[in-house]
């Protein structure tokens, strides 16, 4: 089988999924797995904690093609041929390599948009469109022998985060504990339901001998980002939001509305919670590398380096949780 794609994914940015996933990929690295993180946020956040922006001018410039995931599908949109082969950046890990992201992506929404009704029509160019992240995640899993797909966005439902899902295995949804995530929540579940049915109309008309996603995007669970909530808030505000998560989780993204729900400790589809880093956060970011591999020499001290310790229990439990739930899903709904 090939590697499992899984796409980190919310309708509420600024909440620290780009770095949950920069843990993640990390940590399953640490775990032994060979891990491809892609970058398909047209900020291009996730390649920023990676890269240093000499490193990412380098990636950027050139006469040839952008060493990114926008290089790799340009000259196939533009009518000059296939997609390129899929290039990964270097991340200091061997078992961890990096689809980088690029600015310029945001110039693909337009073509993605078109290409969804036209696919309907059975046209093979739309099809090839649509399915272009899918390629390309897939040419880079092969390449690097990956054990696991991680994919970054941003939190908006348009025409590119719908071919990042379409290529989707897996779901993770990161969720704070307030008013604005979880109006995304309830955004969301709705938005995954309506790409997961109409790519399934399109199969029908699927060309022939062209390699497609089944565009599953089965949801794994949720993983609470405690850091997302205003420190000096009232305990019971936040409160108020933790205990409707299962419920909203649900109803929302499961589509199956429960009398029964479990608390967020008991949920199994609670794949984690985040804590806050603090102090962490910045010293981490200045070394660019994750919390939980800070050392003396990156100016952690004391309690930095206890609660970096920490970070990687929190982090490998996490990991660990979300490569069970694959198998599980996997199990309950064979291909
Ligand atoms: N666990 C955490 N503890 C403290 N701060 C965090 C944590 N995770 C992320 N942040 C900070 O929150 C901000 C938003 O994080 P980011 O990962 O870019 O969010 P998103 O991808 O949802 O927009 C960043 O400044 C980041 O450093
Ligand atoms: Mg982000």
Not at 5 to 17: C, L
Not at 137 to 158: E, F, T, W
Not at 317 to 331: G, K, P, S, W, Y
Request: negative net charge; proline residues 7%.
């Amino acid at each position: 089988m090939s590697a499992p794609i899984i796409t980190f994914f919310n309708n509420k940015g600024g909440v620290g999924k780009t770095s949950l996933v920069y843990h993640i990929a990390w940590m399953m690295a640490d775990l032994g797995k060979r891990v491809v993180v892609a970058d398909l946020d047209p900020q291009a956040n996730l390649t920023t904690a990676f890269l240093t922006e000499d490193e990412i001018e380098r990636l950027w410039s050139g006469s040839g093609p952008r060493l990114t995931v926008w290089g790799t599908i340009r000259p196939f949109q533009e009518g000059e041929g296939g997609l390129g082969a899929s290039t990964l950046t270097p991340t200091g890990d061997d078992r961890l390599g990096l689809l980088a992201g690029d600015l310029d992506l945001s110039a693909f929404e337009d073509d993605l948009s078109a290409s969804w009704p036209k696919c309907l029509d059975g046209d093979p160019r739309a099809f090839r469109i649509i399915s272009a992240f899918w390629s390309v995640l897939q040419n880079a899993a092969r390449q690097h022998h990956a054990h696991y797909v991680l994919v970054d966005v941003g939190p908006s439902l348009g025409a590119i985060n719908r071919a990042a899902l379409v290529a989707s295995d897996f779901v993770v949804i990161p969720v704070a504990p307030d008013l604005f995530s979880m109006q995304g929540l309830r955004n969301l579940g709705p938005a995954l339901q309506k790409w997961r049915t109409g790519w399934r109309q399109r199969l029908h008309m699927r060309p022939e001998n062209l390699a497609l996603p089944e565009g599953e995007m089965a949801a794994l669970g949720y993983v609470v980002l405690q850091h997302g909530v205003r420190l000096n808030r009232p305990v019971q505000a936040y409160q108020r939001w933790i205990r409707q998560i299962p419920e909203v989780f649900r109803g929302s993204v499961l589509g199956s509305p429960d009398p029964t729900v479990p608390d967020i400790d008991q949920d199994p589809y609670c794949l984690g919670q985040l804590k806050h880093y603090r102090s962490l956060v910045p010293l981490a970011q200045e070394a660019r590398k994750p919390i939980f591999f800070l050392t003396h020499a990156d100016g952690a001290y004391g309690g930095h380096l206890l609660a970096a310790r920490d970070a990687h229990g929190d982090f490998a439990m996490m990991a660990e949780r979300i490569m069970d739930r694959v198998v599980e899903v996997t199990q309950t709904h064979p291909a």
